[in-house]
């Protein structure tokens, strides 16, 4: 899941060097936190946030094969 919101994201910025994805988890979740340069913000939410949700319904639907549950966090 982490390699999978890496490649989304560096594929939406311009600075793609600066993309990180930190990741924690417990037993039945993960919590992944998103860093991206303070220009890509934009890119990586999108109008009304719907990049970024759709980035979510995509991490998501891939830990639910691992019968796991996600929560992703976007920071500059």
């Known amino acids: 899941m982490k390699e999978l919101v890496e490649i989304l994201a560096k594929a939406l910025v311009d600075h793609s060097d ?3 994805v930190a990741r924690s988890e ?3 979740s993960v919590h992944l936190q998103l860093t991206v340069a303070p220009e890509d913000m934009g890119k990586v939410i999108g109008k009304q946030g719907k990049i970024a949700n759709a980035i979510r319904t995509l991490v998501k639907a891939a ?7 996600v929560h992703m966090d976007i920071d500059q």
Do not use: E, P
Request: glycine share 8%.
């Open 26 to 28: 417990t037993d039945k």
């Open 18 to 20: 600066q993309v990180l």
């Open 63 to 69: 830990a639910v094969k691992d019968g796991r549950r």
